[in-house]
């Protein structure tokens, strides 16, 4: 233990800082396979707080990893080198919503899903909205750059972010962006924030642009029997000029785990296409929903059912929204796990892509999945393994690594949603081999000690299996 | 002379180095008060020229100024130190239109409109089209995170950028970003690339985020006695949820100067708000315009005028188009200078600004308007002076700063849409003093020997007045 537990003490108050085996266990993993004991967790809440803690940590060269709702998939917020996590659920407030000005500021603990509900009665809300969104901070849906089902017509965290307070590696607190739509002021360095993981600052405060609320929704599904025709139909979808504000894709594989645990009677087809549209006026809504309908039809899309009720769309939406926690249940002994989980392709590219993650789940003895939010060139996927087998570890390991060189033949890019952090680093670092010069220099610049979520991107270890612990009992 | 011309001429060919005295003068200014010779002008066609004049640039240690059509307001391309300017406008291809994946790839000299021109056939656009969108080069707009009068539903520049090849200041060609609407793969350079106004690397290469062609328009404009009831029209607007796809405010002087010179015959009022929705389908049209109507009313709005058709529309706006050409002939003897020319500020605030704009030009004995696009919170004013006396030019100086003081104090920031450059880097070194330090660090660690664009930004003068040279004949 190299910190200096009294010192956190007298910042953040003795209730605010952690260090028996309970706590330590608990703030050791995320929603990813990786697992490392942190030497002490705070939970600061001011910014005040955070700007001193940060200022001691460098001092003392402690490495500091900010934590909102340790939901990230892919590693983020477990601390390989140990030191302070710095859970920051405590800063949530909704500090101001200005309708007036499209904006509202809050500090970074704020739960997505809270925020969306003190919106609602302004008829705005904040669209990233990730699948986590009951759990997930603002904070670190931002370190993470999150987007969800709905991001072909409403984009991801950086397009909805305007500005943001950030405690940099050195104790400064620094003001980034704008208040406003718009703004040409130099360097958008709330936009290099976005995304960077917690490896170059703190996020304290972000100011965020809000969007009308949409008053009609429709949700139609169709059926494939051919993979292809359901790829075909979202190239068309994309290229002509339709707006979705969701356009969805299911595999079989997926189709037959719902199927298996939660009954619900999908059609035994290759692909299911989802698709919506939504907007003020019904017209509107229908113009769209009509475009998409015929073209999923002209592709030989079949079973199509289609509805304005919220009921009927909640129902027709079940299986795609209890897809994930199905996959879990889809084999005794099998385990879901998110390694290349989100990559990207180009929307024309969806339907090859899901073909090419079956054969490659096939040749290395793994069950792989696909599925994922079409409209905006998201891939989901999950390795379906058992984990307590060494060789299981090594076969997920090779499956990975050939999906992502397909993805990259094909102009994709390693992540959409989740993020690098430990689990897709390797793999990124060969997208990436450009640029990670670039991305070390700045991240030596803005951080010359290393100390914030040190490890993780560009400084991520090559290989997840053997250089971080696994939450697994792995068998040798 | 400290550059070898010969090395240039044996890169880019002969006849694509220029450094005869007319030649030098012409590249010497932009659209921006400034003026400064370079030494040599440099017309490459490929990256791979891009590359070799910046290495040998590097590694000589001399300024390079990138440059696209020179129609920046604020002296982006007015290269202060000397050193090779180097015009991108012959690389001007665009490489692939993908309709299917909502995207299309682009050299940095495509002008605007001769991109959005090859985009009609597929029903598609690239939306952030800035006024000077004639001339203005794709390079030039991602440098200077460009936007125009739609920016309020579509966004500015970095709204629509999904990666970009950059060739860094080691002359290192780097790939950023992606081809996908989302993207969560690690830092978001891209992202940084955009407004850096040409000082951390030379964009070669873009790829762009295109949009469905709305099909309908329908504007209109409203007057209104006061001021102030303008204002409350345009935040009431905002906060309705309605989504206008244009919102722009002209106040008295620009009103005037527009009745001067072209005889519209506009309400001679105290502002005039123009509204705009765009969509696939009338109802849906219909609807925001008749929110934004009944607010307009509400707020002691008369004379309303609202048309679907093109021409009518064409002279609805035609007092707000043709205002910046007007300005330049408001009064004999007086020029329009863009100094102080698009602040932003929250949308709640464009009226109380318009009023803070007169009276500072009133007690400095200049004359200002002040007109924008108010959905984005853009303010759009020029200063009106006669450029040949000394003493106007401090009375310009005194307005700007007072203006600023002003913007800052109600959270707004220097340029929603021109950039900073030289003549409002005084100002905005006060807005971003925290985050100052930040910035060099990010531009010490890119560009260690600082050729890049030199002297801009950050590192500019702090007084524009006397540390460039102004490109008018000012007598003592």
């Excluded at 396979?33 to 060269?61: C, D, F, G, S």
């Excluded at 692909?271 to 015929?294: Q, R, S, T």
């Excluded at 969806?350 to 999945?369: D, F, L, P, S």
């Excluded at 993020?419 to 897709?424: E, T, Y």
Aim: hydrophobic share 40%; charged share 25%; aromatic share 6%.
């Amino acid at each position: 233990m190299k910190v200096d537990i009294e010192k956190l003490k007298g910042i953040v108050g003795e209730e605010n800082v952690k260090d028996n085996v309970a706590d330590l266990y608990i703030y050791g993993s995320d929603a990813s396979v990786h697992e490392a004991l942190p030497w002490v967790v705070v939970r600061p809440k001011t910014k005040e707080q955070v700007q001193e803690i940060i200022r001691y940590a460098n001092a003392e060269v402690i490495p500091v990893v900010p934590r909102g709702a340790g939901s990230g998939m892919s590693g983020h917020a477990v601390p390989i080198d140990g030191g302070i996590v710095m859970d920051l659920k405590q800063m949530n407030r909704i500090l101001e919503i200005r309708p007036q000005d499209m904006l509202c500021k809050v500090e970074p603990g704020v739960v997505d899903d809270d925020l969306n509900r003190a919106l609602k009665p302004y008829g705005m809300f904040y669209p990233p909205t990730p699948a986590s969104s009951k759990i997930a901070t603002i904070g670190g849906e931002i370190a993470n750059n999150a987007s969800g089902v709905r991001s072909v017509k409403y984009g991801a965290t950086r397009d909805s972010v305007l500005g943001m307070k950030v405690v940099l590696a050195n104790g400064d607190l620094v003001n980034l962006g704008s208040n406003t739509r718009v703004e040409a002021s130099g360097y958008q360095l709330d936009r290099l924030i976005v995304g960077s993981e917690g490896t170059l600052g703190v996020i304290v405060e972000a100011t965020l642009l809000l969007t009308p609320l949409p008053k009609i929704r429709c949700l139609a599904t169709a059926s494939f029997n051919k993979l292809e025709d359901a790829g075909e139909s979202i190239s068309d979808i994309i290229s002509s000029g339709a707006l979705p504000s969701m356009l969805e894709l299911m595999d079989n594989v997926a189709i037959t785990a719902v199927n298996k645990t939660l009954n619900l009677g999908l059609p035994d087809v290759e692909a299911i296409v989802l698709f919506e549209a939504d907007g003020k006026v019904k017209e509107a809504v229908d113009y769209e929903m009509k475009i998409m309908k015929e073209i999923c039809e002209r592709h030989n899309g079949f079973g199509i059912e289609m509805s304005y009720d919220a009921k009927e769309r909640t129902r027709i939406y079940s299986g795609r929204k209890k897809l994930f926690a199905a996959l879990s249940r889809y084999k005794e002994g099998l385990s879901c796990t998110s390694l290349a989980d989100d990559m990207a392709v180009p929307n024309s590219k969806m339907a090859e892509c899901a073909r090419k993650i079956h054969e490659i789940a096939e040749r290395n003895n793994v069950v792989m999945t696909a599925y994922g939010h079409c409209g905006s060139g998201c891939m989901h996927t999950k390795i379906l393994m058992d984990p307590t087998k060494k060789e299981q570890w090594e076969d997920a390991k090779r499956a990975v690594a050939e999906v992502y060189d397909y993805v990259y033949s094909v102009g994709g890019t390693t992540s959409a949603e989740h993020g690098i952090a430990l689990s897709k680093a390797p793999s990124w670092k060969k997208e990436k081999a450009d640029s990670l010069a670039m991305m070390r220099a700045i991240k030596k610049a803005l951080d010359p000690n290393n100390i914030l979520n040190p490890h993780k991107l560009q400084d991520a270890p090559d290989d997840w299996v053997t250089a971080t612990r696994l939450r697994y009992p792995v068998r040798a």
